[in-house]
């Protein structure tokens, strides 16, 4: 199993609180699963901050990630405790 912290994880959390729900998400599995997307999650609260842990389906990487950061989740959001499905969108490279 790989995992991947996320920038915005490692920024609002100790390395301790990321071992400890990784650790947790290991031993206990997921809180919510999708059936739509098939992502395993489990959150984590620490005083007044939320830390997602979620699987991604197929790949055995597990993510830790801030929901509150102003950056995006990859393709993912979480609204009102589960998962919604995001349109893909391709970015455009423009030349100059």
């Keep these: 199993m790989s995992v991947v ?4 994880a490692r920024e609002a959390f100790t390395p301790r609180e990321l071992t400890d729900a990784y650790e947790d998400f290991e031993k206990s ?23 997602l842990v979620y ?3 197929g790949t055995n990487l597990v993510i830790l ?25 391709r970015a455009r490279c423009s030349r100059w």
Excluded: C, M
């Excluded at 912290?5 to 915005?8: M, Y």
């Excluded at 599995?29 to 005083?47: C, K, M, S, V």
């Excluded at 995006?72 to 959001?77: A, D, E, G, I």
């Design 65 to 89: 990630v801030d929901p509150t950061s102003p950056k995006k989740v990859r393709s993912q959001k979480f609204e009102h405790g589960r998962w919604v499905r995001q349109p893909r969108i």
């Design 55 to 57: 699987e991604e389906p």
């Design 29 to 51: 599995g997921p809180q919510y699963l999708d059936a739509e997307t098939g992502i395993n999650a489990a959150a984590y609260r620490f005083g007044e901050r939320v830390l």
């Design 5 to 8: 912290v996320e920038p915005s």
